[in-house]
């Protein structure tokens, strides 16, 4: 099983200092990735119609990953470098393509790009996409679509609901198919990754609630006839819990044969990066 670290970026202050500090440390103690999260936009939650249910507020920082991941990039060797997950459908697709395929290119080929719907009406509408926030999923899967086709041939010629692409293409394209990996929390999210990702991002549940969905999802990707093709499961796990508990999750994880898991060190208190950098080295020894 292959062990990350989530960048905890809403508790570093914005400070170059402690994201370099962090990533190094990463790399220093033998973790295969590092995970960012994304939001453009944080918005106020009170007096919205309809309600912002999501976690984060105009009150947390975020870096832009692909900015962010580049930076780290250049100065690590060996991460892995993963978007956990990029709100794909506010953005344009054909720009993704182009700062992903460069950001692999930059990096080595060490870019994991997971992508998720999203649940910031109020992001989408700042980004001037309002139109794609209800049918956010079926787009989803045309970008998706779409991206591959991107990385894959040098003049495209594309036409689906949102896009039209009219022989054109980006170059320099990446040496290699960049992975998907998907997130979402619901059924559909799930539905979806089993029939086109390349994997899947659980957050938000524990380990036993993720094994029964893996499951489940295996099962949907034989019904796809894709059984036997790669795909990869990551967990994101608390640190926010007992040493016990901790090491309870990651052999659960590890039984149900999950492929990656990801340790989150936001929300236990901590007020410097150099105690983040001490729960994950508590933690590397803890899952080794």
Not at 89 to 99: S, Y
Not at 102 to 119: A, I, M, N, P
Not at 196 to 210: V, W
Not at 267 to 278: K, N, P, R
């Amino acid at each position: 099983m292959r062990t990350g670290v989530v960048f905890p970026q809403i508790e570093l202050g914005g400070d170059p200092g402690a994201a370099r500090d962090f990533a190094q440390a990463a790399e220093d103690l033998g973790y295969d990735h590092l995970l960012m999260y994304d939001h453009v936009l944080g918005a106020e939650h009170a007096g919205r119609e309809p309600e912002l249910w999501g976690p984060y507020t105009e009150k947390d920082p975020f870096h832009e990953p692909f900015i962010a991941l580049a930076y780290l990039a250049g100065i690590t060797t060996k991460l892995e470098l993963v978007t956990g997950v990029i709100i794909l459908p506010q953005r344009q697709t054909a720009l993704v393509a182009k700062q992903v395929a460069d950001l692999d290119l930059f990096s080595g080929e060490r870019v994991r790009l997971g992508v998720g719907t999203g649940w910031n009406w109020v992001e989408f509408d700042s980004l001037e996409m309002p139109q794609h926030f209800r049918r956010r999923g079926k787009r989803q899967e045309e970008q998706i679509q779409l991206l591959r086709k991107l990385w894959a041939q040098s003049v495209v010629t594309h036409d689906d609901g949102d896009h039209h692409i009219d022989r054109a293409g980006i170059l320099p394209l990446p040496k290699r198919q960049i992975p998907i990996w998907l997130g979402g929390f619901s059924e559909p999210a799930w539905r979806r990754a089993a029939r086109i990702g390349d994997g899947f991002i659980f957050a938000g549940r524990n380990t036993e609630a993720a094994a029964e969905v893996k499951e489940q999802m295996d099962e949907w990707r034989a019904e796809a006839g894709r059984a036997d093709q790669p795909f990869g499961y990551e967990s994101i796990l608390s640190y926010k819990k007992t040493p016990d508990e901790q090491a309870t999750d990651v052999e659960r994880w590890r039984k149900a044969e999950g492929s990656h898991a990801s340790i989150v060190t936001m929300g236990c208190g901590f007020t410097s990066v150099d105690q983040h950098i001490d729960a994950i080295t508590k933690w590397r020894e803890l899952s080794a």
